[in-house]
């Protein structure tokens, strides 16, 4: 039997972090971590687009993400750990309407973003003026100027987890990979040995879970399991109030891709910035390693949800519904070739697209990371800790605080997030 104090259920970045901040907490704490996978951060971690930004119309996420990109910075620039960071800036653009909307004038005002005008968008090398036919036919608009996130960027999240779980290791965190944990059922405190435990007058906890390895027991569950959440859980009657949508990933390369990648508006950053284009929000996100663009969308209508093993990627999708839409911005990518394509889920909390943390009984539960899960790990794992320990307010780093109740079920506060993408 392996008996643990806390047992965290996905080794994905948020479980990493828990654990992490858990241990920091409390470092007696004897601490297993549980994955299908062989190794950790395998599952949708592993299938980010991986950017951060601190742009959010929710006061809650500002701080959340606000805080994981200072921690992140700080392990960059200070603790010297290469986390592949880069704030090479983030860059919605639109029409007028859209980027004089009142969200994006409290970002300007909060300095953490500017504004960027069409003229120098067209220096940048952007198509600002499309065609009264590419405008009416897939729905486009015109470019009339940008807003400039100052303090986003990229990263590298396979480093963040690397770093995670090299530091969990130190502090004698234990990893059971290979792990599937089944459907558990919560099982009566005082057990009375009669057949059909437990009776509905009876008190219940998760004591133990099983596994293809065995039996795993603990006085704490964690379940950091992203869009598998309700899979695992749905049996114990504890709803994980989140829906998984695939989104996928397209990486593009070749010369053309190479003209686009000089458009870097962050000064002293010879990155590109990563660009939202209007209309259908398609997001390009720049590698520099592999001197490539990664395409992606939040397509919602006429994808459904699911939660299979492995998502496939379409390149038909690419072809059929990016490219006409890249191509009207960018002309010059015409003969742009998909180099490499993949497919993760985005774990959806349908309700305000925002983490759920929160704990019933024994169990805790951290999820919902509705497309920004990388961007608001640190933070999600300060959440959970507190959680564990009892602890009502939950200081992020950079002294910011949040209700460690205000990310839950019952006392949520958490106004709908409007940019998701
Ligand atoms: C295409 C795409 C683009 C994205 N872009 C961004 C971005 O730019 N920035 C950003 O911040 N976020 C982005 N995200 C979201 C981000 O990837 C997720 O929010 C984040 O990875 C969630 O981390 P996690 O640890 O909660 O989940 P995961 O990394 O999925 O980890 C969950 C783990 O639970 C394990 N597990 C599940 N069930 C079981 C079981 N029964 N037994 C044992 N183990 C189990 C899985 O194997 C997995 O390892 C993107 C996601 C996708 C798909």
Not at 32 to 60: E, H, M, W
Not at 167 to 177: A, C, D, H, N, S
Not at 286 to 309: M, Q
Request: glycine share 8%; hydrophobic share 35%; charged share 25%.
């Amino acid at each position: 039997m392996n008996r643990f104090d806390v047992i965290i259920v996905g080794a994905g970045i948020t479980g990493l972090a828990s654990a992490y901040h858990l241990k920091k907490m409390n470092e007696k704490l004897k601490i297993a971590i549980l994955d299908k996978k062989p190794a950790y951060c395998q599952g949708n971690t592993a299938k980010s687009a991986a950017a951060f930004r601190n742009l959010f119309s929710s006061d809650v996420n500002r701080k959340i993400t606000q805080s994981t990109i200072e921690f992140y910075r700080h392990v960059q620039n200070d603790l010297k750990i290469d986390l592949g960071m880069h704030f090479n800036g983030y860059l919605f653009l639109g029409d007028r309407k859209f980027i004089d909307n009142p969200t994006f004038k409290g970002f300007v005002e909060e300095g953490i973003a500017s504004y960027v005008s069409e003229q120098t968008l067209i220096s940048a090398g952007f198509r600002t003026k499309l065609s009264e036919e590419e405008i009416s036919v897939m729905n486009l608009s015109n470019i009339e100027g940008g807003l400039l996130g100052l303090n986003c960027g990229i990263l590298a999240p396979e480093k963040i987890c690397e770093f995670y779980g090299n530091e969990l290791g130190k502090m004698g965190v234990e990893f059971y990979f290979g792990t599937e944990v089944k459907a558990p059922s919560l099982q009566p405190v005082t057990p009375l040995n009669y057949p059909g435990e437990p009776f509905v007058w009876q008190k219940t906890v998760l004591s133990t879970i099983e596994t293809n390895r065995g039996e795993f027991s603990a006085s704490d569950f964690i379940f950091c399991t992203d869009v598998w959440t309700s899979d695992i859980l749905d049996s114990t009657g504890i709803d994980g109030h989140t829906r998984g949508k695939k989104r996928q990933v397209f990486q593009i390369s070749g010369p053309e891709v190479e003209t686009v990648m000089g458009t870097g508006l962050i000064e002293g950053q010879n990155v590109m910035t990563l660009t939202i284009l209007p209309s259908h929000e398609i997001v390009l996100r720049p590698d520099p390693e592999s001197h490539s663009i990664w395409v992606t969308i939040a397509d919602d209508y006429n994808r459904n949800f699911s939660t299979t093993e492995d998502p496939q990627p379409e390149r038909d999708f690419y072809e059929k519904s990016l490219f006409p839409i890249l191509t009207a911005y960018f002309p010059q990518l015409k003969n742009s070739k998909v180099s490499s394509m993949w497919a993760g889920y985005y774990a959806y909390n349908t309700i305000d697209k925002t983490h759920y943390v929160f704990r019933d009984k024994n169990i805790i539960v951290a999820t919902g990371s509705s497309g920004s899960g990388i961007m608001k790990a640190d933070a999600i794992g300060r959440v959970v800790a507190s959680l564990q320990g009892g602890i009502d307010k939950t200081v992020l780093f950079g002294d910011l605080v949040i209700d460690t109740s205000d990310l839950g079920i019952h006392k949520r506060k958490v106004k709908e997030e409007e940019m998701v993408i």
